[in-house]
Structure formats: structure tokens, C-alpha cells
């Protein structure tokens, strides 16, 4: 039996009905664009004809009788207490660092000849002479130099009274190594390392620290094959609960790439070490997901929230034209949406906004699709399944940043690679 508790004025005029099933005690609505001041995950949040934010109920929007004058923003993807996180009605894929920059320094400007050596992107090891009494001395031969040697894909500049030595052509792995870009007699500093600090490594539910599952459905699904790749099939007996996700054939001792490593997970988690199951597999993924929040790890307070962010998203470099462009692209969307309040989330935001996506599994579509991506859906916007690998605003190393992997978990992706960006917006309520 329905009973009608309350009703509430929808956009456009008119009024929706809130109806409570007594048997169930459970509340429904039945109307289209309903307006509500107490939004949850799956609302949109919407500008109205008085650039007010205004929330539409998930499930009810209507563009059919939507008002002109209107616009829809993003969907409601989290709420905790009187805070919500919504997401942009649309993402793209964008790099996250265009190209690799070094800030130098340690040069002698005493018009002295000095010897350095240079080591660029797996270059021979160079001896790099130069005599400078001013900057733009020491700048100019450092030009001379890559000139010289035929680095074209390097280029070097002054911002900000800094010399800039700049790998341009930014395709594949960079970072200071012996291997890759090494320097003598000058010191060569990443500019991502000065930019954005390290983050720790996120603490687990089984008790350590690792590489964590970011989507226990999609992570259950994809690893539930067997897989020649160690990283997910052990190449030697395991002791512990290691980094990466561990593949059901493999915890299972049963994979045909690899003898049985994993006696170890089976005593952990299966009543049966001898029988394991499918479920106790299961829980195991289950186990590896981020403890959250947590006091320790990358999901500490002092890792939440924009500020890193905020210290990137308008950093720009000297391109090779000599225009400025966005170190950071992908930092830089973001923060277009909002009107400026947009921002890339951390790992933590990452995780309790989108945990219980279920767009991307076997048999869902956007419209049987969890709350976010049905709104999203609604809206005209970009979806966000849980095969799209995605950045997230937090330095792992000099070679890259997390990233929420199409198989599940987070793991590190380089700079230079392109994945899908999502900007939030935190609000407070009650909105003003």
C-alpha cells in the first residue's frame, strides 16, 4: 500500500508526488524534474534562470520540459554529512604533462670556463663546457650545446629568472637516471617534482600497504582469468599480501603459466587452503581495496582535497613557437568547469565517488547503469565506466601520476600518457 506523504514542486510548475510503500517504508517519487534541497548521489546539479545552484532528483529529469533558461552542470557522486562532490557533465581525455621540463641550476656565473657533463634521454654521456658571467650567458650556450649535438627534441629557455632545460618530444619514460637524463657539475630538478609532492603509498584492508582496487566489481571480473603477466601471476612463493591484484587461476594454484605460488593468500583467506572457492577469491579482492578514510597512507587528510591541485592548474611552459601552454592539460580542463571551481580529486575522492560504478560490466547500460552515469545519461553528458582508465591529482613518482586503471585498481601512469579527466566541485549545504 502508497500512501502520499508530500509533494513537491517540479521545474516547470506543477507538483510530484512522494509516495512511501508502508509495506517496504521505502520512498518513491513520481514526477519529472522534482527539486530537491536535500540532495544524494545521482542528482543534478543545475544553474537556474537566476544562476542559482539548484539539485533535480535522480530518475527525474525530463529535458523534454526542461526550462530554457536552465543548465545542467554535473551529477551528485558523493555525499558525506552536509558536503557533496559533484561531477562535470563532461570529461575528456587529456594528457597529464605535456612535455618534461628540468629547472636548472648550479651553474658558475664567474666568467670562468667550467666543465659539466649531460646525459639526455639515453643520450651518450656529453661534456658540456660553458663560460658565463650572466644568465642569458650560461642560456645561450646551454643552446649552442643541444644545437651542437643535434638534440631536437630538447629546448631551453629563462622564466622567472630560471633556466628551463626541456625534453619536448615527451613520448616515452623520463625521469633523472643513471640511464635516461643524467647531469655533472650542474643539477638538473624535475619540475612535476617541484610542483606536486609525493604521495605515500595507500594503506589496505589487509593491513598493508599497496597498489589498491579502486572497483572490487570490475576488478573481480578481469581478474578472474589467468594471466602470463607476473605482475598478477607470481613468478615465486608469496609471503605476504602483495602489490598487485592476484589472479583467481593463480590463487587458486591452478594457472597453466605458472606453478602454484600462492599457498600463502589460500591459508589467509580460504576455510580449504586444499579447495579454495570463488567467493573466498572474491574476498580476497575485497581485502586489497584502500582503507578509507584512513590516518595513514594517501588516504590521510593531509592528501585529500585540491591543493595540490591548485598548484598546478596554471602552470604553464615556453612551447617551442615561444607561446605559453599548459604544463599540466588535464589539470588545466578541470579547472575550467564550475566557473573556476573545478578540480582533478585525489585518490580518495576518486575512490568514494566512484567504488560502486557499475557502467562498463557485463550487461549493464546507462539506463540500468549505477546513479551517476543514469544522470549522466540523462543530462547528455560524457559517462564514466569502469574501463576508462582515469587520472587522479597525485604524483607516484618522477615519471608519473596515479591513475585508476580499466581493469580495477590504481596504479602509476606516465605523464605523458592520455587518460580520462574528471573535474568536482565540493559544495557545502545547505547552499546559500
Not at 618534461?100 to 648550479?106: A, E, N
Not at 603509498?201 to 576488478?219: E, L, Q
Request: charged share 20%.
Amino acid at each position: 500500500m502508497e500512501s502520499k506523504i508530500n509533494e513537491k514542486i517540479f521545474v516547470g510548475g506543477g507538483k510530484s508526488e512522494v509516495l512511501l510503500d508502508e509495506a517496504t517504508n521505502e520512498v518513491s517519487i513520481k514526477g519529472i524534474n522534482v527539486v530537491t534541497d536535500n540532495p544524494c548521489i545521482g542528482d543534478i546539479l543545475c544553474l537556474d534562470e537566476n544562476r542559482k545552484y539548484k539539485f533535480i532528483q535522480c530518475d527525474t529529469f525530463h529535458a523534454g520540459t526542461f526550462p530554457s533558461a536552465w543548465e545542467t552542470l554535473g551529477v551528485v557522486a558523493m555525499r558525506k554529512g552536509n558536503q557533496v562532490w559533484v561531477v562535470a557533465k563532461e570529461n575528456a581525455s587529456k594528457k597529464f604533462m605535456d612535455v618534461y621540463p628540468y629547472v636548472v641550476s648550479g651553474y658558475e656565473l664567474d666568467g670562468a670556463e667550467h666543465t659539466a657533463t649531460l646525459k639526455l634521454h639515453g643520450s651518450d654521456t656529453l661534456d658540456f663546457k660553458y663560460t658565463a658571467s650572466t644568465v642569458e650567458e650560461f642560456l645561450a650556450t646551454l643552446k649552442s650545446f643541444l644545437t651542437t649535438n643535434n638534440f631536437t627534441d630538447w629546448s631551453a629557455y629563462i622564466n622567472d629568472g630560471e633556466v628551463y632545460l626541456q625534453y619536448d618530444n615527451y613520448t616515452s619514460a623520463e625521469c633523472l637516471s643513471a640511464s635516461i637524463t643524467h647531469a655533472s657539475g650542474i643539477t638538473l630538478k624535475a619540475k612535476c617534482d617541484i610542483d606536486m609532492p609525493q604521495v605515500p603509498i595507500a594503506r589496505r584492508k589487509c593491513g598493508n600497504n599497496g597498489t589498491f582496487v579502486w572497483n572490487a566489481a570490475r576488478a573481480k571480473k578481469y581478474f578472474k582469468s589467468d594471466f602470463t603477466n607476473t605482475a598478477y601471476n607470481p613468478s615465486s612463493d608469496l609471503s605476504s599480501v602483495q602489490s598487485y591484484p592476484v589472479c583467481y587461476p593463480a590463487f587458486c594454484g591452478t594457472s597453466q603459466y605458472q606453478d602454484d605460488h600462492c599457498l600463502y593468500l589460500r591459508q589467509r583467506y580460504c576455510q580449504d587452503p586444499d579447495n579454495p572457492t570463488l567467493s573466498e577469491w572474491k574476498a580476497y579482492i575485497d581485502d586489497i581495496e584502500p582503507v578509507s578514510p584512513a590516518m595513514i597512507g594517501s588516504f590521510a587528510p593531509k592528501w585529500r582535497g585540491r591543493e595540490t591541485f591548485d598548484r598546478i592548474k596554471n602552470v604553464t611552459y615556453t612551447a617551442t613557437d615561444g607561446s605559453q601552454k599548459p604544463l599540466y592539460p588535464g589539470a588545466n580542463y578541470c579547472s575550467k568547469f564550475f566557473d573556476g571551481k573545478g578540480y582533478m580529486s585525489t585518490q580518495y575522492e576518486f575512490y568514494e565517488m566512484f567504488k560502486d560504478l557499475t557502467l562498463g560490466l557485463d550487461g549493464v547500460t546507462n539506463q540500468t547503469a549505477d546513479a551517476v552515469n543514469r544522470s549522466l545519461y540523462a543530462i547528455g553528458g560524457t559517462s564514466i565506466t569502469v574501463t576508462m582508465p582515469c587520472w587522479l591529482c597525485a604524483r607516484i613518482s618522477s615519471s608519473g601520476v596515479y591513475s585508476a586503471t580499466g581493469a580495477g585498481y590504481a596504479d602509476g601512469g606516465y605523464f605523458y600518457d592520455s587518460r580520462l579527466c574528471i573535474s568536482a566541485l565540493l559544495l557545502d549545504l545547505p547552499l546559500e
